[in-house]
């Protein structure tokens, strides 16, 4: 089902051979991976060779030339005839006959087919259109067929708009409709009406990237996908700064993981960066964003989008930003009340559904900054966060523990305030080109790159998730892992500059960031905590039964950790509901029980016949 919505056609410079119908592969040499190994014992992460491959990248967004309307696919003397139409350089006409002479009415400047578009399930057909403006640039205009039905009159405002010339007769306009709807062709493209993965190619507004040329069907407002410069101004000027920096290196790797999550099949969700103001936050994100687009501030066109907006707001924001780095700062902008669902509904990838219209659909990685945690701002509405929410965006602390903020290497630069700034302003002359050459190797070698994605992840988990509870922080380990992932894959494609390592170990350091503040509201985390740290502190007075020693705490036999009941009670859980802690506790595997009095299990310690206790497991400790 066609949206009924705004629907105004994407509309292009056009860069191909006029005359061609062939797909437009402008080949290009990079570095790819061939990943070749299972994962070793050492600190190697993986391994991967580095070969040459000529790419396929379908371009649309270089510069026009300037032609006249020969070339747009006919020769001055040629002539066709569609319909009761004739085309040639001079322009369409209608040809009809009055009282037995045959007579010509001006439709339009000469305007040709290329090619039909549908998408990927044979539907959405459209039409790209060729033609020259008054200034010779040659055009194209991707027309969505249904919009004939719907927006006729838009349609033909559009391709006035574009420089297309109408004919000055009345019947000009229907005649040009009428046109539209007999062009035909035998080429065809796919399209898509969002950015993303269109099978195995990865469409960008004004270019795709892969076998296949894709077109965007939706409509044309402007899109944020800049670039300025080359890879290289970008890895010197920007991408080196970071090493040295977990918070930059680890913003950098999630810009570079968005694209990544289809192909390990990660659902979407992110990161929200929180700290004091002036602590280089949201430097961080325009870190992230400069892979995508122009992170300037004040900038109509950036790529950094901010929370001061509305949920439906930020539905059409994702959905324009499928497969793609949501960056969007200032978490304290969005109204209190609505963050809870918001959060849901951006990491979860479908928006409402509305009568009449197919529910829009997005997989994003979010990348968020703020002074308040979602916690503290949802709790200004009276609303206390769930785990849910919790877990689509994971926490970190600006404060990266060297009195710099965000930052733990300045580089030289005399203040961390002035490292800041500094890359505030390299940010904004170097974009979007590392997204471009991350494309081309993710379509030439998606396979290989979603295995060796997949193995670091596994990698990452090893390291992480050993003592660790509960379902969160698995799946938290998944897209930090899938974070450390991407920034290592880029690092061995020759995007970043970094050494082989880095962007792995600053996603480990945000992780443990994470783990920090998973402590404030994961009740099992929590509890586990409550009784790790008693035991900690008293673990001297754990009397050793065999030896006949007196305790005021318990025992410690076989492994486990034995606390009186009401030390349990009142010590270790001193106020907070002790059932619960212990229930928490069980839950994981710490709390070692069995039959029906569960939280109170005999346990014999030989001086104390059948003593009453709560009995602990170890592995609690680690
Ligand atoms: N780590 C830092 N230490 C000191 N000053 C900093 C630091 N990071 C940034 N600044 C200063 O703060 C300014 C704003 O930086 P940035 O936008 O990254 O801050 P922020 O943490 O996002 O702050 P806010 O919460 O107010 O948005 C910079 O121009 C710089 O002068
Ligand atoms: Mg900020």
Known sequence: MVRNKSVRPSISIYLR????????????????????????????????????????????KDEPEETDSDEIGLDDDAEEQIGDFVVNAGGVYFRHEVKGEMVDIHVCSTLTIEAESRNKDGK??????????????????HLRTSALAFQASQVVADLIHEGLRLGAQGRSRSLLIQYLHLLRSSNHVLSSSQPGWVNDNFLLPNESFGRQRVLLSNDSKPHNFRQA??????????????PGNSRLLFGASVGFAAPILRLVNLEGGGFHVCGTSSTGKSTALQIASSIYGNAEEGNSDRYLINWDTTKGALEMAAESLNDCLFACDELGLIDADVLGPTLYMLANGTGKGRMGETKRAWRIMIFTSGEVSIAAHMATAGVETKMGQEVRLLQIAADAGKDMGMFEDIHGFSSPSEYANHIKNVTSLYYGEPLRVWLSQLVSERQAIAIAAQRIIERFKAVVLPGTV?????????????????????????LTGWNEGQAFDAAVTCFASWKVHLKTF????????????????????????????????????????????EVFREQVCNGVDYQEVAEQIEKVGFLLTSGTNRRRRSGKVTHLCSARVTRCGNRIMV
């Open 124 to 141: 959405d057909w459209g039409k790209l259109l060729m033609f020259s403006d008054p200034s010779g640039k040659r055009k194209t205009y």
């Open 229 to 242: 410069g080359t890879l290289d101004d970008w890895k010197t000027n920007v991408a080196s700064l970071c």
């Open 470 to 494: 509960g379902a969160v922080t698995p799946r938290a380990a998944m897209r930090f892992g899938a974070v450390a992932a991407a920034g290592e894959l880029a690092t061995k494609l020759g």
């Open 522 to 565: 994961d009740p099992t985390a929590k509890a586990v905590e409550r009784v790790r740290h008693f035991i900690v502190d008293n673990e001297a007075h754990f009397a050793d039964p065999t030896g006949g020693g007196d305790s005021t705490v318990g025992y410690y036999k076989k492994g486990a950790f034995l606390i009186f009941p």
């Open 17 to 60: 051979s006029p005359v061609s119908h062939m797909l437009d592969l402008a080949a290009f040499s990079l570095h790819t991976l061939r990943e070749d190994t299972t994962m070793s014992e050492n600190k190697e992460l993986v391994k991967l060779e580095i070969i040459d491959i000529k790419q396929p990248r379908n371009s649309d």
